[in-house]
């Protein structure tokens, strides 16, 4: 058998080119061909006759041919076999007087790759028009495989020689978008690992179609597994990238050209390698998305197995993580990214993503980096390569050089100096110079961000989004979790206030297991309280999870997208219904009971005397407020810029809702971005805001602005600047920040 001989050539302690000198032989006898060279790649993408068989010796590392030259250099750009019973006539064609190869008609070359990588092209020829049959393809594409692992391992070629453009050792910088902020150094994480391959020929090919054929089974018993459970942890894109893993993995074609690939000596590992490798070289050739998009399930399927045959876990969260872990990913579902370590996980790498996707979520709970839409990086990096992600340009930097190390180094000592400082000040209560006390909370939505609230010393959950929980469950989460959860929260913040917020789904907070909508104008359509009042059966359900959680204890509930008080009462009607309930039942009440609305939609304000006379307090929600008041979609990265929440429309009508309320004894918070922000955060405070609810790591910043500011100047100031007729006041504030030091 020919990989046996050839197993026996690579055991023989020789030297690597008389290895090499030896395989050209034993192929060219094996194949009848006349002719067998090998050509390897060398530095300036050219391609090097290394060995030969038939063609003149002489020619031996004098002929080279470009890149896309000839025959030889079609294989190895294109990196598929060429298989020509007439050569000459090929348009690539190139004739090389020195190889003395005149008289050869028929020629099959196959391109030595590894991991993607064009290593060199080994060529057979004859005299004859001869077609080469599909075994013997694939007999010398096996060979071409081995002949990688030896150029690989530096036997033939210096490595640091192999190609400059393409190693994967040199730096390699690339731009994303953040879907999440901060700043990461640390050591590449494959999400998937990859196996590395030990041994490629196989000692018994009879056991060896044994193995695959277990790990094939097993896989496929897994993929089943997977999908029948309806709470694991797939969901939406997962779902379908596991439907078309059960497609692969089922497919004929594949598991036959599996089998033969073992059947013709390889390991069972081997033989995954090689087939992927020409699903590689496809993949690099396609041009169509969908078609692209299948072969990468295809790769990752591949990967899968092989993890079966070397019996590795399925994800690194499962295993040994190095201290600071960046997890690169094609993509990633939340409960995945939730399986990590904490302590280790400093930031993730996706191919694809969007901000609204659900990992997105977790990822800022976990207030971890992640860049997203990096094209390509998976071909890029390597186990253990050093990473800095930059959250907040979108720049991922593999392999940096020492210096752009050194200067990352000093931006994230400089964070974490001022993380330092904000850790100080923790404690301190947020007043401001002239006495006034601001009570800052913060914004939650999942578990993952409870740990946040003694981290920042914030004083409460001002907004808990509840429905965040809901959209990275993989289907509906029944009532006893959310009782469980809400119980947990509640639990967390000890004696500190927590503000839930019912379900506020639709728009672009999407559940992975619903029916798409097919709205023309989802922002403005079936939403929020809309939606749940008129299932009122899903906000039942939710609000006796929250009463059952609450039971005993200080409870406060508000309704989102509240348009007009008349739904505000209606959802109040809903809640004492179950407070009824739970009298009949003789299950206690909550010891407090808040209700409250946010006020997002501008419709609302126009009812303000009603409104106050109806709830506990009112929130208002910046960023739905910001967008229905100019008519401004908020994820529209063209209208990004065009308004300012920072002008006097926007500033007049929180003043007002401000005056309103402050009247009637109506607490007032505001929970949006803007109260987030230092400069805005100061508008609002001059505005008489005495409460803001905002990310968890904006509290930091704001309590400095606060206990550096003076709010009767600023007071003052703002009346002003409310009746300016510009298009922002945001500059004057920032010139009066500037003026008293602020620090903003
Ligand atoms: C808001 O609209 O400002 C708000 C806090 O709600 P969300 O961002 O969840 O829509
Ligand atoms: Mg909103």
New binding site residues.
């Given amino acids: 058998m020919l990989l046996r001989r050839l197993r026996e050539i690579m055991a023989e302690r020789v030297s690597a080119q008389s290895r090499l000198d030896r395989i050209v032989s034993l192929i060219a006898a094996n194949m009848v061909a006349e002719v067998c060279s090998v050509y390897l790649v060398r530095p300036g993408k050219q391609l090097e006759l290394f060995a030969t068989e038939g063609l003149n010796k002489a020619a031996v590392h004098k002929t080279r041919m470009k890149w896309g030259e000839g025959i030889v250099g079609d294989v190895a750009a294109n990196a598929r076999p060429l298989n020509l019973p007439d050569a000459p006539s090929h348009p690539s064609f190139s004739y090389r007087p020195e190889t003395g190869e005149d008289p050869f008609q028929s020629m099959l070359g196959v391109p030595v790759i590894r991991g993607g990588q064009t290593l060199g092209v080994i060529a057979v020829q004859n005299r004859t028009h001869r077609l080469y049959g599909e075994e013997e393809v694939e007999a010398l594409q096996t060979i071409a495989m081995v002949l990688a692992e030896m150029v690989l391992s530096g036997q033939l070629i210096d490595p640091a020689e192999l190609d400059g453009g393409d190693r994967k050792d040199k730096p390699w910088r690339a731009s994303g978008i953040n879907f999440s902020e901060g700043m990461a150094m640390g050591r590449a994480v494959l999400h998937e690992p990859r196996v590395k391959i030990e041994k490629l020929i196989a000692d018994d090919p009879v056991a060896e179609r044994a193995r695959l054929d277990k790990a094939i089974e097993d896989l496929r018993e897994q993929i089943d597994a997977m999908l029948a459970q309806e709470d694991s942890v797939i969901a939406g894109e997962t779902r379908d990238v596991l439907e078309a893993y059960r497609m692969f993995a089922n497919d004929r074609g594949w598991l036959n050209r599996l089998r033969e690939a073992v059947n013709s000596g390889l390991t069972a590992e081997a033989a995954v390698e090689r087939v992927q490798e020409d699903t590689r070289a496809r993949m690099h050739r396609q041009t169509d998305s969908l078609i692209k998009e299948r072969l990468h399930d295809l790769e990752d399927l591949a990967n899968r197995l092989l993890r079966h045959l070397a019996g590795r876990a399925d994800t690194a969260a499962e295993e040994q993580l190095p201290l600071d872990a960046i997890v690169f990913a094609r993509h990633m579902g939340p409960a995945e990214l939730l399986d990590y370590d904490r302590t280790r996980l400093k930031g993730l790498i996706l191919e694809e993503g969007s901000p609204t996707s659900h990992v997105a979520i977790v990822a800022r709970a976990l207030d971890i980096p992640l860049i997203g839409r990096i094209e390509g990086v998976l071909d890029q990096v390597e186990p253990l390569d050093w990473v800095i992600v930059d959250g907040e340009t979108g720049d991922l930097h593999l392999r940096p050089t020492s210096d752009v190390r050194e200067a990352y180094r000093h931006k994230l000592a400089l964070r974490a100096q001022r993380q330092a400082a904000y850790a100080a000040i923790r404690d301190v209560p947020a007043m401001t110079r002239d006495g006034v006390k601001v009570r800052l909370q913060m914004n939650a939505g999942l578990l993952a961000d409870l740990p946040h609230l003694s981290e920042t010393g914030a004083e409460g959950i001002g907004?808990f989004?509840t429905e965040l929980q809901f959209m990275i469950a993989p289907s509906m989460p029944r009532l006893q979790h959310l009782v469980d959860l809400y119980t947990q929260v509640l639990d967390a913040a000890g004696d500190l206030p927590v503000v839930f917020r019912t379900l506020?789904l639709g728009g672009d907070k999407v559940l992975p297991y619903a029916r798409p909508l097919g709205e023309e104008n989802p922002a403005m359509g079936w939403r929020a309280i809309r939606m749940t009042l008129d299932r009122p059966a899903l906000l039942r359900y939710q609000i006796r999870a929250l009463l059952a959680a609450g039971a005993g204890r200080d409870l406060s509930i508000m309704f989102?997208m509240v348009a007009e008080v008349a739904e505000y009462m209606t959802a109040r009607g809903l809640v004492e219904k179950e407070l009824e309930r739970l009298d009949k039942r003789r299950e206690p009440r909550p010891r407090s009971l808040r209700l409250g609305t946010?006020l997002?939609v501008p419709a609302l304000v126009f009812q303000l005397e009603a409104l106050t006379k109806a709830v506990d307090f009112i929130s208002i929600?910046?960023?739905?407020?910001m967008q229905f008041l100019f008519a401004s979609d908020r994820g529209n990265p063209r209208l990004g810029n065009r308004y300012d929440t920072l002008s006097p429309p926007m500033l007049n009508l929180i003043k007002q809702v401000v005056d309103v309320s402050a009247a009637r004894g109506v607490p007032v918070t505001v929970?949006?971005e803007m109260a987030g922000r230092p400069l805005e955060a100061m508008a609002l405070i001059g505005l008489g805001i005495r409460s803001l609810s905002m990310p968890p790591a904006s509290i930091g910043p704001v309590k400095q602005m606060i206990l550096s500011m003076n709010s009767s100047a600023l007071a003052a100031a703002l009346t002003e600047m409310r009746q300016n007729t510009g298009h922002s006041v945001r500059s004057a504030l920032k010139t009066l920040a500037q003026l008293h030091n602020l620090s903003i």
Wanted: aromatic share 0%.
């Fill in positions: 907004l989004r506020d989102p946010m997002e929600g910046s960023n739905d407020l929970c949006g």
